[in-house]
């Protein structure tokens, strides 16, 4: 599979030079600018047919992955890649003849993010194992950087700098910080998430700085990071396809659009999908864009599912190129909803009574607007059968969810310690010359 960036060339008749997934995870942004996509996929159907409910995450990972990636990862480098990074699965529960849940919060940190990173840290690890080395700088907030530390802990070859917006750090090892001897180096700035960005761009885009220390990014701008969320979808698709009467839809909680983007790369591998659900909340951000409008950002609003609160989501140069390369055919393909907290609230309640089952926010975004397809296409369970997407453990939100419901959920103990405060290795201002001090001064 070779990638190329969505930004067009300025140059008539120049076409943009095509690298490899190994290159764009290392690179992760086109020097020229846009996001690395893929620029054609390989038909995965033949894998589809004889892998079935019985296949393990890691098993379906070792066989997709040497036949996606040729010449980027051989199946040894695969199966250690696989066994690396994944210890735990995702979890299918089919609730009725309408919905399934996709339960993606089974890893280390209790987030969908576990899965992608997981991997990518697995795959780094490997391009880096004989030659070469790289720093992971990424802009986290909440939970995100707990996520990408525990991924990257430990991993040879790879310095892991986490950039954090004013406030407070939860849930990093100390044991693993740069000057305890691990590789993990956390940073944070005097500024929003948004300064946090704007300097790991500075930073990619500093070609001196870039290569002196190998940068890449762990963000969901990385294709290293995007890619491998495909493969649950895949999975989902395996330990149903034996009951599916009609179509399969996925209903996709969106807010940066990773992993909706990942859904249609799942698509056009050859995954026999119907459609997905762009479930958004009240922010909206590319409803309009989706249904053949321009897209205009807003403002952002504060809802209760505020993974969701995005007003230009980092992905949406890679969702305008597929509007852009089959707008019809796209438009028949993802339906957007959007689904205010009053809904969120009452289907939490209403999952609750009706499956025993608790919903955090994102999923009770997802599941409602599920329904509103249901209800507005008049659709049977004869017609289609849809998956939500579960992203984040309901104990999280766990105060909300009693509020609704009266139930009081246990906190997993991998997740207890995620809550403890921990205090960065340096507090600087949103500068490059001052990240770099920084860095410096550790490593």
């Known amino acids: 599979m070779q990638f190329k960036s969505t930004l067009p060339s300025s140059s008539p008749g120049f076409a943009m030079p095509l690298i490899s997934f190994k290159d764009a995870v290392l690179q992760c942004l086109p020097p020229e600018g846009g996001l690395y996509v893929p620029s054609s996929v390989m038909d995965m159907r033949q894998f589809f047919l004889y892998m079935d409910a019985n296949t393990t995450y890691p098993e379906l990972v070792e066989t997709l992955t040497p036949a996606l990636l040729q010449g980027d990862l051989n199946p040894v480098s695969a199966t250690l890649l696989a066994q690396s990074a994944f210890s735990f699965e995702p979890e299918l529960m089919q609730l009725d003849e309408h919905f399934s849940l996709l339960k993606l919060y089974n890893g280390p940190t209790g987030l969908f993010k576990d899965f992608g990173t997981g991997f990518l840290a697995a795959a780094m690890e490997e391009f880096l194992k004989n030659n070469g080395q790289s720093m992971v700088l990424s802009a986290v907030r909440d939970d995100t950087g707990v996520s990408i530390a525990r991924a990257f802990a430990g991993r040879q070859n790879i310095i892991c700098c986490l950039l954090y917006p004013s406030g407070p750090i939860r849930g990093l090892d100390l044991s693993t910080f740069v000057p305890n001897g691990g590789n993990i180096l956390p940073i944070q700035i005097r500024g929003t998430f948004d300064d946090c960005q704007r300097l790991i761009t500075e930073c990619i885009y500093d070609t001196s700085f870039a290569e002196r220390y190998h940068i890449t990014t762990a963000n969901a701008r990385n294709p290293g990071r995007l890619l491998p969320q495909s493969f649950y979808y895949i999975y989902a698709f395996l330990k149903l396809k034996k009951q599916l009467p009609g179509g399969l839809i996925f209903s996709v909680p969106s807010g940066n659009f990773g992993n909706l983007i990942a859904g249609l790369y799942a698509w056009k591998f050859g995954l026999p999908v119907s459609g997905f659900v762009a479930a958004m909340n009240a922010n909206n951000s590319v409803g309009d864009f989706i249904q053949g409008k321009s897209f205009k950002p807003k403002p952002p609003i504060a809802t209760i599912s505020p993974g969701l609160d995005v007003a230009v989501p980092s992905n949406y140069e890679r969702l305008s190129s597929f509007y852009t390369e089959a707008p019809a055919v796209m438009r028949n393909m993802v339906f957007p909803a959007s689904i205010d907290d009053k809904t969120t609230v009452d289907t939490i309640g209403q999952v609750w009574k009706k499956y025993g089952v608790l919903l955090d926010p994102h999923a009770a975004v997802g599941f409602a607007a599920a329904e509103c397809l249901l209800e507005a296409r008049n ?62 001064s550790c490593v």
């Open 379 to 440: 659709l049977s369970s004869s017609d289609v059968h849809i998956v939500v997407l579960a992203t984040g453990h309901p104990a999280i939100e766990g105060i909300l969810i009693k509020e609704i419901t009266g139930q009081t959920i246990k906190m997993p103990e991998r997740l207890i310690a995620l809550r403890k405060k921990i205090d960065p290795i340096a507090i600087i201002d949103p500068q490059l010359d001052a990240l770099e001090s920084a860095i410096a």
